[in-house]
């Protein structure tokens, strides 16, 4: 056996490997430091304390039929939300709701993260926070980068898009590969208090609804796991959007995940006052904040006028489905891709403006400034 000459001027590469080995598990040990377990319910309650009560809507540019459209660097149009956010303003809301997609990511990580600084930015220029998605289940499977489809005329979100798409859903190592865009995220803005809280997974038992179970609970629990991983200071929350006023033992799987795995339990309500009352008595047994994520649908009695005042009373910031009519389309009602309509609907499903910037209903805006102390 050779006998090895003793490390004295530099380090052999015995000690190097021992070196670099010990700072990996200092940096493994320093990550896991700093990633924060979900709230328990008084943290959340204290959390809850600290913020006003809040009403907004589900934002989208008039000129973008998508996420894609709004984020991509060839049609991202800061213009157009800075003029849209004034008008939030003028009406007296105080927080959007804002879709993000994963192809973003992978697209240009640097570029999306300078346009989600810019679009926050113009938030607090109107003094808007906003709740943040990164993961939804509805509508087109199979999103694609680049120009996007334009509307199919008088269909409800004839071009809105899923993320990640059915290929990457039904892929485990595909999956995993989005690690890097909830993280990259989240550390960015953990700190930032213009982000109100970070919505992981729209709806994921809809669009996915009666397959792919396995896959979607995969990729929850994964991006719960991610986003806390980063440590952020604003509540994580998977909205629960159907069966809300069921106890806990009828809740499905999914349902279940949805109010167990959120440090502030997020809710959709498309009903009427009578019966978003009973979601609210059912879903406060959890003992977390509970704030409604969607609301508004005029048809299903579910409008400003009946249910914003009832979010107040309960301190349940809100967010209606819409805001200005644009190329979303949803004025028109879901069942419109198999129900023709005419250029307007007899009421319009969601959507609180038209496309100049006026109320489609003036009671409604009034409301709102009422609501919020913004009256004059």
């Given at each position: 056996m050779m006998n090895h000459a003793p490390c004295r001027s530099r380090p052999c590469l015995h000690h190097v490997r021992i070196a670099l080995r010990l700072s990996g598990i200092v940096l493994v040990l320093a990550a896991l430091a700093s990633a924060r377990e979900q709230w328990t319910p008084e943290q959340a309650t204290s959390w809850a304390a600290d913020q006003?009560?809040?009403?907004?809507?589900?934002?989208?540019?008039?000129?973008?039929?998508?996420?894609?459209?709004?984020?991509?660097?060839e049609t991202f149009s800061p213009a157009t939300i800075d003029e849209e956010f004034?008008?939030?303003?003028?009406?007296?809301?105080?927080?959007?709701?804002?879709?993000?997609?994963?192809l973003l990511w992978q697209q240009d990580a640097p570029g999306f993260i300078t346009r989600i600084e810019a679009v926050l930015a113009l938030a607090e220029k109107h003094h808007l926070r906003l709740m943040l998605v990164f993961f939804d289940a509805c509508w087109d499977p199979n999103?694609?980068?680049?120009?996007?489809?334009?509307?199919k005329p008088h269909v409800h979100n004839s071009g809105w898009m899923q993320s990640p798409g059915r290929a990457v859903l039904a892929d485990p190592a595909k999956q995993d590969a989005l690690k890097d865009y909830v993280v990259g995220i989240v550390s960015h803005f953990k700190a930032d208090r213009r982000v109100v809280l970070w919505d992981l997974f729209n709806e994921f038992d809809n669009g996915y609804r009666g397959k792919d179970t396995d896959q979607v609970l995969r990729l929850a629990a994964k991006a719960k796991e991610w986003a806390l991983s980063a440590d952020p200071s604003q509540p994580v929350s998977f909205c629960i959007w159907e069966n809300c006023a069921a106890p806990a033992e009828k809740l499905s799987p999914a349902q279940r995940f949805q109010v167990e795995n959120s440090d502030v339990i997020s809710f959709h309500a498309y009903t009427d006052p009578a019966r978003t009352s009973e979601s609210i008595a059912a879903l406060r047994r959890y003992h977390r904040p509970l704030i409604c994520s969607e609301y508004m649908a005029r048809p299903t009695g579910s409008t400003i006028i009946d249910i914003l005042p009832l979010f107040?009373?309960?301190?349940?910031?809100?967010?209606?489905?819409?805001?200005?009519?644009?190329?979303?389309?949803?004025?028109?009602?879901?069942?419109?891709a198999t129900k023709a309509y005419g250029d307007e609907p007899p009421v319009w499903f969601h959507d609180l403006l038209h496309g100049d910037g006026t109320p489609y209903n003036a009671a409604e805006t009034a409301l709102i400034r009422t609501l919020t102390g913004a009256a004059h």
């Open positions: 006003p009560w809040m009403a907004g809507g589900n934002y989208i540019p008039r000129n973008a039929i998508n996420q894609l459209e709004m984020w991509q660097a004034g008008w939030a303003e003028k009406i007296g809301y105080t927080t959007m709701r804002v879709f993000l997609h994963d999103p694609h980068l680049g120009a996007q489809r334009a509307p107040k009373k309960e301190h349940i910031s809100a967010y209606q489905w819409g805001f200005v009519d644009g190329k979303t389309q949803t004025k028109f009602p879901w069942d419109s």
